[in-house]
């Protein structure tokens, strides 16, 4: 490497460690500077533009010039910068923002939590998962169940449950009590000549077979994302939340859908739970919920929930979790003004239309000899990469999607690559014309890796 002195790449690398980042090998030209946005793109600081295929993280839904999102900001900033929610206070944008996310959930649910990340997010329902089980005096009730591939963040409990070996490797991850079953990933896990219907009950007769080996009693709750992101786009078979649900109810275990991803649209619907039938008795979301421009998240739980959690509080005289910036009034402010645009501009079949686009175009690429697979619902795709027949020197396992999203990248379009899966995620606000130069930079950048 070999950076211009005192150059912002050089600075960046003398000061500043990344997550998800390896902290001793920064390529050639060190980290990329994303210096502005405009609509579905970003622009470096040398001028490039690229298309924002992954709005940031999942996340930026409006893309990256709403002016509504920035004036909601700034007027709550100057009504109130700050004001939080311990010891009975509250302030509007929490009252107003608890309200509509019970108003729209797609289950019945009581009551809504404010914190700050995903990862805070998903930490505190566990956490709120123990205080219940000794509420109800069940102190062996607490294992939680998750999934092989599964992405639910970083904090101790978070990163436990995430079932990404990068994520465990050298953190002396997960801590007990933190269980994995069986990935719903037909591509990757189907046997020879199981239908994506057997493989579903699969799936179902392994989680099964995992809570009789433990003990029901011991199992507390479930957590999945309706569609894997992290864990590389993976769609369950149709039949699949059917039977595990099926499964959960047996033993009476909690179901909780990580919306982080999929909440506000992302699958064609406003949640990802009524694209899968789902019936989670907590909602876990984050991201979209403000396109990203103010760091916020909430879950919501149902009666079921939170009745214990209140006459546990109740009994100790205070419920003792919280969190300085939980429910924001900024972050609260930005989200309602998100929503409320979401619904007006009718994004969320926006995303189901231009989904279909998007899928249809990527589809015609199964043929390419360097495509295994293309899967998706609503506005989130992703495209797998393989070595052709007896090539994998050249195009070695894992390292071909890589080099497939460096190429993208070069031609102008931002993707992730888990593995050798390319994943497309763009800002809800794309356009047709949008998703046809997508599909085009991803043929061209096809034909520059084979
Ligand atoms: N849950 C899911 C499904 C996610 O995709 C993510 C982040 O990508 C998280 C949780 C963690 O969120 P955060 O990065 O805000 O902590």
Not at 89 to 102: F, N, V, W
Not at 211 to 233: L, S, Y
Not at 371 to 397: M, S, W
């Amino acid at each position: 490497m070999n950076l211009r002195p005192n150059s912002d790449e050089a600075r960046d690398v003398a000061y500043h460690l990344h997550g998800y980042t390896n902290a001793r090998a920064h390529g050639d030209r060190g980290p990329i500077i994303v210096d502005r946005g405009e609509g579905i793109h970003v622009f470096d600081s040398n001028g490039k533009r690229y298309i924002e295929g992954m709005a940031g993280l999942w996340s930026v839904a409006l893309g990256f010039d709403e002016t509504r999102l920035m004036d909601a900001a700034f007027a709550q900033m100057e009504k109130l910068p700050f004001s939080h929610t311990f010891s009975h206070r509250t302030h509007g944008p929490a009252i107003d923002l608890a309200e509509k996310l019970i108003s729209i959930s797609p289950v019945p649910m009581s009551k809504v939590f404010f914190t700050n990340s995903g990862s805070e997010a998903n930490d505190t329902i566990v956490k709120m998962i123990w205080y219940r089980s000794n509420a109800l005096g069940l102190h062996d009730k607490k294992k939680i169940i998750s999934r092989l591939g599964g992405y639910h963040g970083v904090t101790v409990a978070a990163a436990s449950m995430t079932g990404l070996p990068t994520n465990h490797k050298s953190f002396d991850l997960p801590i007990d009590g933190f269980l994995h079953t069986t990935s719903p990933h037909y591509y990757r896990e189907g046997r020879d000549a199981e239908s994506e219907t057997e493989f579903a009950t699969r799936c179902a007769d392994d989680l099964d077979a995992m809570i009789q080996a433990e003990g029901p009693d011991t199992i507390a709750a479930f957590i999945a994302e309706p569609v894997m992101g992290a864990g590389g786009v993976v769609v369950p078979p149709a039949t699949y939340w059917e039977k595990i649900q099926a499964v959960l109810a047996k033993y009476d275990i909690l179901l909780i859908a990580d919306e982080v991803i999929c909440a506000f649209g992302r699958t064609g619907n406003m949640f990802g739970s009524t694209t899968f039938g789902i019936k989670p008795d907590i909602i876990t979301m984050s991201k979209q919920l403000t396109s990203s421009y103010f760091p916020f998240s909430a879950f919501m739980m149902n009666d079921r929930v939170y009745e214990p959690i209140a006459d546990e509080s109740n009994n100790i005289g205070v419920l003792g979790h919280g969190y300085t910036g939980g429910g924001h009034p900024v972050g609260a402010a930005v989200a309602l003004e998100n929503l409320k645009i979401i619904e007006e501009r009718d994004l969320v079949a926006n995303a189901a239309a231009r989904g279909n686009e998007l899928l249809a175009g990527l589809a015609h690429f199964e043929d390419h000899p360097l495509v295994g697979n293309v899967r998706g619902v609503g506005l989130i795709a992703a495209l797998e990469v393989i070595a052709p027949d007896g090539r994998t020197d050249d195009f070695p396992v894992g390292q071909l999607g890589a080099k497939m999203s460096a190429i993208m990248l070069k031609n102008g379009l931002v993707s992730r690559n888990m593995g050798d899966a390319l994943a497309f995620c763009p800002p809800l606000i794309i356009n047709s014309a949008e998703v046809k130069k997508i599909l085009h930079i991803v043929e061209k950048s096809l034909d520059e890796l084979s």
